[in-house]
């Protein structure tokens, strides 16, 4: 939620995909008018931290569509690497669409971890 809000904004949510959640797979959506205002990467930043620290997971996977700009440019953003294009995963209004798909590895977020305090929305 952004800063002095009571209005959620979006959702994130993460699935494991093995015994112990040493993969998951992570899910997100923001709201149109809120896209582009640093408030999806600052709560991507704390969902991380979760994931990596609490949960103790080892590798997370998010996809994103193709043509989906600014959720590929935020996952870059967030120091994910591009595996693969998954061809057809996606049945979106009734098309199947391509979608790629980004990981992040435990070591990985470690290097990427900001060295100033984040600002939460």
């Given at each position: 939620?952004?800063?002095?809000?009571?209005q959620?904004?979006?959702?994130?949510?993460?699935?494991?995909?093995?015994?112990?959640?040493?993969?998951?797979?992570?899910?997100?959506?923001?709201?149109?008018?809120?896209?582009?205002?640093?408030?999806?990467?600052?709560?991507?930043?704390?969902?991380?931290?979760?994931?990596?620290?609490?949960?103790?997971?080892?590798?997370?996977?998010?996809?994103?569509?193709?043509?989906?700009?600014?959720?590929?440019?935020?996952?870059?953003?967030?120091?994910?690497?591009?595996?693969?294009?998954?061809?057809?995963?996606?049945?979106?209004?009734?098309?199947?669409?391509?979608?790629?798909?980004?990981?992040?590895?435990?070591?990985e977020?470690?290097?990427?971890?900001?060295?100033?305090?984040?600002?939460?929305?």
């Amino acid at each position: 939620m952004p800063h002095n809000s009571e209005q959620a904004v979006g959702w994130s949510r993460v699935r494991s995909l093995e015994p112990g959640f040493k993969t998951a797979e992570w899910d997100f959506a923001l709201a149109v008018e809120y896209r582009g205002t640093g408030v999806f990467v600052d709560g991507a930043r704390l969902m991380l931290d979760f994931v990596f620290a609490a949960i103790g997971a080892h590798r997370l996977e998010a996809r994103v569509a193709v043509d989906n700009g600014r959720g590929n440019g935020a996952l870059r953003k967030l120091g994910a690497v591009r595996e693969c294009e998954l061809r057809g995963s996606f049945l979106h209004e009734g098309e199947y669409i391509d979608q790629r798909l980004w990981t992040i590895l435990l070591e990985e977020w470690h290097k990427a971890l900001p060295v100033s305090p984040m600002v939460v929305h």
